[in-house]
């Protein structure tokens, strides 16, 4: 879990996921929104060995620097959407979101602690809490 202010962007915070994540298990793909596609999401999980699967930008353009971002856009215009999403398990993202939406649904998108400390600990223990119900 990886706590930030509303002024950190996700693609900030992946390394720290991945890296938590590689703790426990093998991370061998990584499955991501439009919020992740960038050459240097590309580049990271490149240089980790992780597989991204991130869908790209409308406007992407294939003159893109990173080669892997390339490749995606390309596969993305040459299948369509739908097909390159199938072809590539995206809608497998849905199995992590859900939890996401379930867990804002039951405890709200906002912190009642003021400082960024306690609002760590207030997450922390939401997250404790939803972990137990879903676990009965």
Known sequence: ME????DVHDVKALPGL???AGRNVEVSKVVGDGAYD?????????ELG???VI???RNSRLDTRCPGRRLVVCRVRELGYEAWAKLEGYGGRWAVETPYSTFKRLFGEHSLARSFGNIVKELA????????LINM
Do not use: H, Q
Request: net charge neutral.
């Open 125 to 132: 223990g939401k997250v404790a809490l939803y972990n137990m």
């Open 55 to 57: 869908r790209p930008r």
């Open 18 to 20: 991945v890296e938590g």
């Open 3 to 6: 706590i930030s202010t509303d």
């Open 38 to 46: 960038s050459g240097k999401v590309y580049g990271l999980l490149d």
């Open 50 to 52: 992780v597989e991204a």
